[in-house]
């Protein structure tokens, strides 16, 4: 069956740069949900989409932001890089009740 | 003090043991009741969902949700040394729908 998709896996930058993080969701899943994940801690929500429209928000930093496109794929944008943004970013899709996640994607800010 | 309360552990069992796990939450307003395993470095994965109290049998795992006290647990019978992982309790409300809150996950072993 298919899964969450993101891309990249793993992804380096440093301090002040910017980093594009990309979620294909589970086809016919209408919701997308992202999540940050730091070493040794539990999942927390950054936003979420359905139907292209936001439709939370979590603790989610001001120098990020994120969209759904027609065709329901989400993209993650966060700019202005900190040491602490280093974490698992996690991409979750669901269509009814359950959130499916995705791989992740490992983002290092040296 | 967090939403969802979880024991971290680590829990170890011997193989073909039964584990254990539980958590206990705050918001009454919980209706929607996850387990999530996950392993190492890896993405959550989903492997019982519930609405509201009661209890849910799928092959091995057992979930049971007592809402008037709070608490949520998840059975695994005849745990296997790849049961050894992460498992997540998650949880969210209908006012509030999709946002989940985890708990801090609690590390499983089984030993051979």
């Known amino acids: 069956a298919a899964g969450v998709i993101q891309s990249p896996r793993h992804l380096i930058k440093e301090k002040r740069e910017t980093a594009t993080l990309k979620c294909y969701p589970i086809p016919r899943h209408d919701t997308v949900y992202w999540y940050q994940q730091g070493p040794g801690q539990d999942p927390q929500f950054l936003i979420s989409?359905?139907?292209?429209?936001?439709?939370d928000k979590g603790s989610i930093p001001d120098r990020f932001s994120a969209q759904q496109f027609s065709d329901y794929h989400s993209e993650l944008n966060m700019s202005s890089l900190e040491l602490g943004d280093s974490a698992l970013y996690f991409c979750a899709s669901s269509s009814r009740n359950e959130q499916f996640f995705g791989p992740g994607t490992r983002l290092t800010v040296l | 003090q967090k939403e969802v309360e979880q024991d971290p552990g680590p829990l170890s069992v011997p193989e073909g043991a039964i584990v254990s796990l539980n958590c206990t939450y705050s918001?009454?307003?919980?209706?929607?009741f996850m387990w999530y395993r996950q392993y190492s470095r890896k993405g959550p994965e989903l492997l019982m969902y519930?609405?509201?109290?009661g209890n849910k049998e799928d092959g091995r795992f057992t979930a049971q949700v007592d809402k008037s006290s709070k608490y949520i647990s998840l059975f695994i019978r005849d745990s296997q040394p790849s049961d050894s992982a992460t498992y997540l309790c998650?949880?969210?409300?209908?006012?509030?729908?999709?946002?989940?809150?985890f708990g801090a996950g609690t590390q499983v072993v089984v030993t051979p």
């Open positions: 918001n009454s307003a919980f209706q929607y």
């Open positions: 519930t609405y509201s109290s």
């Open positions: 998650a949880m969210t409300s209908t006012d509030s729908w999709g946002k989940l809150q």
């Open positions: 989409f359905y139907e292209k429209m936001q439709s």
